[in-house]
T-cell receptor, first 114, second 112 residues
Framework: NSKVIQTPRYLVKGQGQKAKMRCIPE?????VFWYQQNKNNEFKFLIN????????QIDMTEKRFSAECPSNSPCSLEIQSSEAGDSALYLC????????????FGEGSRLIVV | DAKTTQPDSMESTEGETVHLPCSHA???????IYWYRQVPLQGPEYVTH???QNTTNSMAFLAIASDRKSSTLILTHVSLRDAAVYHC?????????????FGKGTQLIIQP
């Protein structure tokens, strides 16, 4: 069973609304990834962190998302103004370090934008 | 990021052995081959990974071609619980951020 905890499992938002998802990485894992999975099972890398620092993010994330991994608090990913195309499964994953090792995923937060 | 190619779906019967192929013709020398599987309403579950040598664990056997341009995940004595989408992924280092590149995966259907 996954030890990466994501909340909420489901959220429904209207276009233009904010949508916020949270992730508690596996205990002791300083590296956190966010991926977006569409209805065709395709994954898109969004952003990753090591401790509280952003390592990489794509343009879309930088422009439209707000993400953070504060110490002693859950990581979060927030869409500032939801669009229909943002409807997807948002997956959080964590691992021990950034030199490799296995990435473990949470169960995801499914966003539906109506 | 290097890409992988997998069949969209495969079908088998309980108790059989399944060979799931993956093509990665443009793989780089430092890229690992990872396999995850995913069932509906859940995130991907790690299955196995390898670099050059074949590997085995309690879940599967991973056979890697000598030129590393393809690999095959072998599941023995499959059960209904093995029905899932199997993703073949390459893990590379890109400026230290080391992200995974997912394809669409193979939908494995298991018949009773």
């Amino acid at each position: 069973n996954s030890k990466v905890i994501q909340t909420p499992r489901y959220l429904v938002k209207g276009q233009g609304q904010k949508a916020k998802m949270r992730c508690i990485p596996e205990k002791g894992h300083p590296v956190v990834f966010w991926y977006q999975q569409n209805k065709n099972n395709e994954f898109k890398f969004l952003i990753n962190f090591q401790n509280q620092e952003v390592l990489q993010q794509i343009d879309m994330t930088e422009k439209r998302f707000s993400a953070e991994c504060p110490s002693n608090s859950p990581c979060s990913l927030e869409i500032q103004s939801s669009e229909a195309g943002d409807s997807a499964l948002y997956l959080c994953a964590s691992r021990w370090d950034n030199s490799g090792n296995t990435l473990y995923f949470g169960e995801g937060s499914r966003l539906i934008v109506v | 990021d290097a890409k992988t190619t997998q069949p969209d779906s495969m079908e088998s019967t309980e108790g059989e052995t399944v060979h799931l192929p993956c093509s990665h013709a443009t793989i780089s020398g430092n890229e690992y081959i990872y396999w995850y599987r995913q069932v509906p309403l859940q995130g991907p579950e790690y299955v196995t990974h390898g670099l050059q040598q074949n590997t085995t664990n309690s879940m599967a056997f991973l056979a890697i071609a000598s030129d590393r341009k393809s690999s095959t995940l072998i599941l023995t004595h499959v059960s209904l619980r093995d029905a899932a989408v199997y993703h073949c992924i390459l893990r590379g280092n890109t400026g230290g951020a080391d992200r995974l590149t997912f394809g669409k995966g193979t939908q494995l259907i298991i018949q009773p």
